[in-house]
């Protein structure tokens, strides 16, 4: 990648090292050497309080402080003399006790070249300088004065060529320097590589995720910044998923209720077509037979009562298919409320067939049903006697041949088949699958003879379906048989 952050971050590495070190390098040239100085400084007011001390509480002569000061003396390389009022040596550390008795009076005295001193600090008792030694080429730092019981007493330290040592401490920091940056830039680009990998599988995640990907996870599992962007990535990857396939879902569903909504709009057309053709006929009659008594076509009693015949049955019919047209329409929409109850189902077929026994005796129709014991089932008994009509009407009205209709209950695990078979013609298959749609009929002439509709078997589609049970029509060599299904108690 042109601007890779394995590039960017390996290079800031080595930025941020050699500024490092350059920072470092100025800094020793700038303030090492007063620091040095300050240090010692420290050292020797440190060690001039603990000789004071210790001369107040009378502790100079013990082993205990000479031990001590011994210490103090040989870490930090303090040369030192101790003498008394009368000048007489108490202490010191240097074999020709004669040069620093000398110093020290000469400062005491003020015998010194004053252009060859630096005067540090200076206070009531004490005197702290840096003085250059002519005959050893060496600088000191000193400090002398006298202590709180009188005594005389001189520290002397030699100052290290401060330059050379700050030339050398930054010649080292430079070869240091450039073996660290090199290091740094290996060390750099390892690193970086080792961060820029979850970073890459986080950008290759997102680009799939753009492409409405979802299967690929972050699966790094380090407990940095980058694992818990990993993890939100996971969730907002699972979260997307499920969102999608939401309005998906949501979207399929729209589109089936805009289906259905055409669907409705073209049963509604197809409904208003059909009404108006059913309606058409029994409304020309009734017109044409009404003008005809009104204008006395015929004045003899007989053709009266003929032609009021021919209206009322004519009206009755019309009757008839609005009622069956009402009752589907609330069917189909829910209206209907369902009243699940407990009854016997073979008593309400029998109770069927003995109130229709007079219009099959009128048709010479045989009723064939087996002597069954009790069978309860869950259902709506007004709903399913409508379902067991419907059937019964329609073989009564289509049986020919033996003239035969028989009916069966067969129970089987937890549900009940009724059955109506009636002989006859079979029914043309091309016209099985259209038999429980609205005003179809598979012979109109027959039908207009009878005065069906063609909304009895769609009214047993509906009741069917708001039960959630099965129906369905059988093809016999000799006959028709017409099923339905309910849940046993």
């Known amino acids: 990648m042109k601007y890779s952050i394995k590039k960017q971050f390996a290079c800031v590495l080595c930025i941020l090292m050699v500024v490092t070190i350059l920072l470092c390098w100025f800094i020793n040239s700038t303030f090492l050497e007063d620091y040095y100085v300050k240090n010692k400084q420290k050292v020797l007011m440190n060690t001039y309080n603990y000789l004071n001390d210790a001369s107040n509480e009378n502790k100079i002569s013990t082993d205990e402080f000479d031990i001590e000061f011994q210490k103090i003396c040989g870490r930090n390389n303090i040369g030192y003399i101790l003498l008394d009022a009368e000048t007489q040596t108490i202490k010191t550390s240097a074999d020709d006790r004669e040069m620093l008795s000398r110093k020290l009076l000469n400062n005491l005295f003020g015998q010194v070249d004053a252009d060859n001193i630096q005067i540090l600090d200076k206070g009531d008792n004490y005197e702290i300088i840096i003085t250059y030694d002519e005959r050893i080429k060496t600088e000191f730092m000193e400090m002398w004065g006298v202590l709180d019981n009188g005594n005389l007493f001189l520290f002397q330290n030699p100052l290290e060529s401060i330059t050379e040592s700050v030339k050398l401490a930054n010649r080292f920091l430079a070869y240091v320097g450039v073996l660290g940056a090199l290091?740094?830039?290996?060390?750099?680009?390892?690193?970086?590589?080792?961060?820029?990998?979850?970073?890459?599988?986080?950008?290759?995640?997102?680009?799939?995720?753009?492409?409405?990907?979802?299967?690929?996870?972050?699966?790094?599992?380090?407990?940095?910044?980058?694992?818990?962007?990993?993890?939100?990535?996971?969730?907002?990857?699972?979260?997307?998923?499920?969102?999608?396939?939401?309005?998906?879902?949501?979207?399929?569903?729209?589109?089936?209720?805009?289906?259905?909504?055409?669907?409705?709009?073209?049963?509604?057309?197809?409904?208003?077509?059909?009404?108006?053709?059913?309606?058409?006929?029994?409304?020309?009659?009734?017109?044409?037979?009404?003008e005809g008594l009104k204008e006395g076509v015929n004045d003899d009693a007989e053709s009266r009562n003929f032609y009021c015949d021919v209206i009322i049955d004519e009206s009755a019919k019309m009757n008839t298919m609005v009622k069956?047209?009402?009752?589907?329409?609330?069917?189909?929409?829910?209206?209907?409320?369902?009243?699940?109850?407990?009854?016997?189902?073979?008593?309400?077929?029998?109770?069927?067939?003995?109130?229709?026994?007079?219009?099959?005796?009128?048709?010479?129709?045989?009723?064939?049903?087996?002597?069954?014991?009790?069978?309860?089932?869950?259902?709506?008994?007004?709903?399913?006697?409508?379902?067991?009509?419907?059937?019964?009407?329609?073989?009564?009205?289509?049986?020919?041949?033996?003239?035969?209709?028989?009916?069966?209950?067969?129970?089987?695990?937890?549900?009940?088949?009724?059955?109506?078979?009636?002989?006859?013609?079979?029914?043309?298959?091309?016209?099985?699958?259209?038999?429980?749609?609205?005003?179809?009929?598979?012979d109109k002439a027959r039908t207009r003879e009878y005065g069906g509709s063609g909304i009895g078997l769609s009214i047993v589609k509906a009741i069917m379906d708001s039960l959630g049970k099965e129906y369905g029509v059988i093809n016999y060599d000799n006959g028709v048989e017409f099923w339905f299904e309910l849940e046993m108690a």
Not at 270 to 289: D, M, R
């Open 324 to 442: 069956k047209l009402l009752t589907l329409n609330q069917l189909e929409f829910g209206n209907d409320a369902i009243t699940m109850e407990r009854f016997d189902i073979v008593a309400m077929i029998r109770n069927y067939i003995q109130s229709s026994e007079i219009l099959t005796k009128q048709k010479e129709i045989s009723v064939r049903m087996d002597e069954y014991d009790p069978i309860y089932v869950w259902a709506d008994e007004f709903k399913v006697q409508e379902v067991f009509m419907n059937y019964f009407s329609n073989a009564i009205n289509y049986v020919s041949g033996e003239n035969i209709i028989d009916v069966k209950v067969c129970s089987y695990e937890d549900k009940v088949r009724i059955s109506v078979f009636n002989t006859g013609n079979p029914i043309p298959e091309e016209c099985i699958e259209h038999l429980f749609e609205k005003f179809y009929k598979v």
């Open 183 to 290: 290091f740094s830039a290996v060390a750099g680009f390892w690193i970086s590589g080792k961060i820029a990998k979850p970073i890459m599988e986080l950008t290759q995640i997102s680009e799939r995720m753009i492409h409405l990907d979802f299967e690929a996870k972050y699966t790094g599992n380090s407990k940095t910044e980058l694992a818990l962007l990993g993890h939100n990535i996971n969730e907002l990857s699972c979260t997307l998923e499920k969102t999608i396939s939401e309005l998906k879902t949501a979207n399929a569903e729209l589109q089936r209720d805009i289906e259905k909504k055409n669907e409705i709009d073209e049963m509604r057309k197809e409904f208003l077509s059909n009404v108006s053709h059913e309606l058409k006929t029994p409304i020309a009659l009734i017109q044409g037979y009404a």
